[in-house]
């Protein structure tokens, strides 16, 4: 059989990109793009499900936006290590969710180190991104902007966020620099964020993969 090719690919998820499990959040990253002229805004990808998802991954989208169009991990050695926790934990994509701190970016230009303004920005969408995944109840913020849009989230007076009980987890990065070292070190680095979503899948009542 052969594999699509990347653009075929491209094209297939976005026609899909409207089916009902995710045409709420889409059409959310539509109007927020129409917002901010000369922006894009990363969709989120049709594997996942606004009615099944219980944990959210916030990702500090530094960097440019994946060519695909859809919300990734960072880089392809961040989308790896992000499969493998999953993999490992059987954590299903219909389970988990991902949203970026800023949605927005310049086509053709990286997103450089947030400011505390563009990192306040994203949460009037954070917000309404929660409201369409009414069983999530965990966040797993990946790296030092993410962590910041949680604390900002966690001090806002919305009735939603105690209601659920929400709880948010805050971990490093997948790539970058907050990714460097020894193999041995990495291998630290994902065994510390698989016991971070383990716990999170607990809490939400998912089981985990027998070992």
């Known amino acids: 059989m052969t594999a ?14 409207y089916e009902p499990n995710v045409a709420a959040v889409n059409e959310l990253c539509d109007s927020l793009q129409s917002v901010k002229p000369h922006t894009e805004v990363p969709y989120v990808d049709p594997m996942h499900d606004i009615d099944e998802c219980r944990i959210i991954s916030l990702y500090s989208n530094i960097g440019e936006a ?35 701190v800023h949605p927005w970016h310049t086509p053709g230009e990286v997103n450089g180190k947030f400011t505390p303004d563009q990192i306040s920005s994203g949460l009037k969408p954070l917000l309404k991104f929660l409201a369409l995944v009414p069983r999530a109840s965990v966040i797993v913020a990946h790296g030092t ?20 009980g929400l709880k948010t ?43």
């Open 4 to 17: 699509l090719a990347p653009e075929s690919l491209r094209e297939q998820l976005m026609s899909r990109r």
């Open 145 to 164: 902007e993410a962590n910041r849009l949680a604390n900002l989230l966690l001090k806002t007076e919305v009735p939603m966020i105690w209601r659920r």
């Open 66 to 100: 994946d060519p695909s169009g859809f919300i990734t991990a960072g880089d392809d050695d961040a989308a790896t290590r992000m499969l493998g926790i999953q993999w490992k934990l059987g954590l299903r994509p219909e389970f988990v969710m991902p949203w970026n």
């Open 169 to 211: 987890y805050k971990v490093r990065s997948l790539s970058g620099r907050a990714f460097a070292g020894t193999p041995a070190r990495q291998e630290q680095y994902l065994e510390e964020m698989r016991v971070v979503y383990a716990d999170a899948m607990a809490r939400t009542g998912l089981a985990k993969a027998a070992s």
